[in-house]
């Protein structure tokens, strides 16, 4: 939010006085009572100059710049127009809860350009609330809101008003999903209401812009105050995964070459036939935060030493941040990358079943591991200066070489 700008700030206080969310009450609560990996997570009042890494921004075919500047995230086409995204890394979950943020600037034109809000999952599915120029009534602008998933879209509109429509919310309470508007973030108006869609569990967030028209002078586009409701990410202890069944959207799973993942009798195995190489891989779409806790991985079983064959587990933020640990050649190593800082450390390690363990303890990162469980003896120990606050969690098998035998690796649960 910019520092000087009456009346507008006050209505920041009124939206955190209101709750910024109304009758949304976040539906996954912590053992404090405090919601976690829900919208709020993503709070962000864009006023520190730079920008969020829990997102990454992307331009398309222009020289649009993506920035925080005058206390509001900037989009700046060039006058050739184009289009940008500025995306969350990790998932959120909508349930019992809104996505909430303010559109103090939305231009003065709106021929060819469109402003959004928007959840998305994967490629093909998709929560839109956008601000567009309306080709059935030029010189006009509407604001649509749209629900696209494999199965088809609904699509609804209403007149767009930059003043009164100033806030834009989506919500989902009791299965039903609600666009909103405000032109003060604490009353609100409902525009439209359709059944929530499955993958509100676990969806990323996008702001985005894109200009087409190209008329000059094109002007920016600025958003201001995401999700300032707050909140947190999960503690990392509260990803628990018994592989019962079949991990579901909040995994993105990954199966290259022949690798094949296969779920069944409360394991995960991924498995190569012989001759094959491939590589399977399982990541969060969530995020986590370590900070004073620990994960643990339990392995029913690990291939046998062989030439590129590899396991790990890592726990990754941002772009290049990562602590690892890595099963190859008969050796568990660990790694960590945290900022320009590289350090390792490695124990000896057989094909029977093990338990991995990644903890933090007092600015102190522990990499462990275990033959029953219970006993955990240190496979590397580093202090950190800061920890990221969140990170995606990730399981990988890689074969490299076509080894003539099956090679597998089960996984028997995560915490």
């Known amino acids: 939010m910019r520092p000087v700008r009456p009346p507008w700030y006050l209505s920041v206080v009124a939206c955190l006085l209101a709750g910024c969310g109304e009758e949304f009450e976040p539906a996954n609560s912590g053992p404090d009572g405090a919601s976690c990996n829900g919208p709020g997570a993503l709070s962000d009042d864009f006023e520190d100059g730079e920008l969020n890494d829990a997102f990454r921004s992307s331009a ?23 289009s940008g995204s500025f995306e969350s890394r990790y998932a959120i979950n909508l349930r019992g809860s809104s996505v909430v943020v303010e ?21 093909t599915a998709s929560i839109l609330m956008a601000a567009s120029d309306d080709l059935q009534s030029p010189g006009t602008s509407k604001l649509r809101f749209e629900v696209t998933t494999e199965e088809g879209s609904t699509k609804d509109s209403a007149p767009f008003d930059p003043v009164a429509q100033r806030w834009w919310r989506l919500g989902e309470k009791d299965g039903v999903l609600s666009f909103a508007a405000s032109p003060d973030g604490a009353a609100w108006t409902t525009l439209g209401e359709v059944p929530a869609p499955a993958f509100v569990d676990a969806s990323n967030l996008r702001l985005g812009m894109s200009d087409s028209a190209k008329v000059v002078p094109v002007g920016a586009v600025r958003f201001d105050n995401l999700n300032p409701q707050g909140g947190s ?66 392995f029913g079983g690990l291939p046998a030493e062989a030439p590129g064959t590899s396991v790990s587990v890592s726990l990754t933020s941002g772009d290049s941040d990562h602590l690892t640990l890595e099963h190859r050649q008969g050796k568990l190593t660990a790694t960590s990358l945290l900022g320009s800082a590289t350090s390792t450390g490695a124990l000896a390690l057989g094909s029977g ?47 490299n070489f076509a080894v003539p035998e099956t090679k597998s690796v089960i996984v028997d649960g995560i915490n």
């Not at 075919?61 to 184009?82: K, N, Q």
């Not at 600015?363 to 995606?392: I, K």
Request: glycine content about 12%; some cysteine; aromatic content about 10%.
């Open 60 to 82: 398309f075919g222009t020289d649009m710049v993506i920035e925080e500047a005058d206390g509001t995230l900037v989009f700046s086409p060039t006058d050739s127009g184009g």
């Open 103 to 123: 559109v103090p600037n939305p231009g003065a034109s709106f021929k060819g350009r469109s402003i959004s809000l928007s959840l998305v999952e994967g490629t």
């Open 233 to 298: 990410f999960c503690g990392i202890d509260r990803l628990r995964e018994t592989f019962d069944q079949e991990p579901g959207q909040s995994w993105a799973k990954v199966e290259s070459g022949k690798c094949a993942i296969t779920v069944a009798g409360g394991a995960l195995a991924a498995t190569l036939p012989p001759s094959s190489g491939g590589e399977c891989s399982l990541k969060s779409r969530h995020g986590y935060d370590l900070r004073g806790r620990a994960i643990t991985f339990a």
């Open 353 to 399: 079943p093990a338990w991995w363990r990644i903890r933090e303890s007092a600015g102190r990162v522990e990499f462990e591991l275990s033959s029953d469980g219970e006993s955990f003896q240190s496979v590397h120990s580093l202090l950190v200066d800061a920890l990221p606050a969140r990170f995606a969690v990730s399981l990988r098998f890689y074969v």
